[in-house]
Nanobody
Framework: QVQLVESGGGLVQAGGSLRLSCAAS????????MGWFRQAPGKERECVAA????????YYRDSVKGRFTISRDNAKNTMYLQMNSLKPEDTAVYYC????????????????????WGQGTQVTVSS
């Protein structure tokens, strides 16, 4: 089992940057595929980015391509989301998620595919 704790959210002006971190407990972090999701009020939770446990396969939703970068450091049991050129529509609660991966190159972009979730961190982008 793994426990996830997000940090790094906050209030930023449009065009600004934030870096989210997701710290994971457990000794087998490197075998978990990971993802960042977000949920705005009244909307469904959506995958922003996902990464395989090896880090060699990555997914981004179209609206964040070129602005967000997902990465992980298996030695530190931590995943990151660097968010640049933030827009008001990026405002949401951001969650990290983990699932035991079937192989080193698979990523998962659907909510139902994940078994473990963090508590979320609020990101607010003002116009």
């Amino acid at each position: 089992q793994v426990q996830l704790v997000e940090s790094g959210g906050g209030l930023v002006q449009a065009g600004g940057s934030l870096r989210l971190s997701c710290a994971a407990s457990g000794r087998t972090f490197s075998t978990y595929a990971m993802g960042w999701f977000r949920q705005a009020p009244g909307k469904e939770r959506e995958c922003v980015a996902a990464i395989s446990w090896s880090g060699n396969s990555i997914y981004y939703r179209d609206s964040v391509k070129g602005r967000f970068t997902i990465s992980r450091d298996n030695a530190k049991n931590t995943m990151y989301l660097q968010m640049n050129s933030l827009k008001p529509e990026d405002t949401a609660v951001y969650y990290c998620a983990a699932v035991v991966s079937k192989d080193r190159s698979s990523y998962y972009a659907m909510v139902y595919e994940y078994d473990y979730w963090g508590q979320g961190t609020q990101v607010t982008v003002s116009s």
